[in-house]
């Protein structure tokens, strides 16, 4: 979780913006800024950000693939021929009528 070095005052983070966002580049660390002493924003430098997005979505995907292996198990999944098959045929549907429309 967050250290004290990693909780400041937003007024601090205010008046050294630049020193606030070098730390931030060099630790990769995330700050809490305080308004009146109580957590206020959650600040952190980009690339920290986007790894931290990257690893949300690969955990959704992990929960998914989970899922549907949990659903196959339990026979509840559909083999892949009898899917593309019935997706050919409403392909096929979906395309005469728009010819004849």
Same mark, same amino acid.
């Given at each position: 979780?967050?250290?004290?070095?990693? &909780?400041?005052?937003?007024?601090?983070? #205010?008046?050294?913006?630049? =020193?606030? &966002?070098?730390?931030?580049?060099?630790?990769?660390?995330?700050?809490?800024?305080t308004v009146n002493?109580?957590?206020?924003? /959650? /600040? #952190?430098?980009? =690339?920290?950000? #986007?790894r931290l997005v990257?690893?949300?979505?690969r955990a959704r995907? %992990?929960?998914?693939?989970?899922?549907?292996?949990?659903?196959?198990?339990?026979?509840?999944?559909?083999?892949? +021929?009898? %899917?593309?098959? +019935?997706?050919?045929?409403?392909?096929?549907?979906?395309?005469?009528?728009?010819?004849? =429309?």
């Amino acid at each position: 979780m967050f250290e004290a070095p990693d &909780i400041r005052p937003l007024t601090e983070f #205010q008046r050294s913006a630049k =020193a606030h &966002i070098a730390r931030l580049k060099k630790t990769g660390r995330a700050e809490v800024l305080t308004v009146n002493g109580r957590a206020a924003v /959650v /600040v #952190q430098d980009a =690339a920290s950000y #986007q790894r931290l997005v990257d690893l949300a979505e690969r955990a959704r995907e %992990f929960r998914e693939i989970e899922s549907a292996l949990r659903d196959m198990d339990a026979d509840k999944g559909r083999d892949f +021929e009898g %899917f593309a098959a +019935e997706s050919r045929k409403a392909l096929a549907r979906k395309s005469t009528r728009r010819k004849s =429309a």
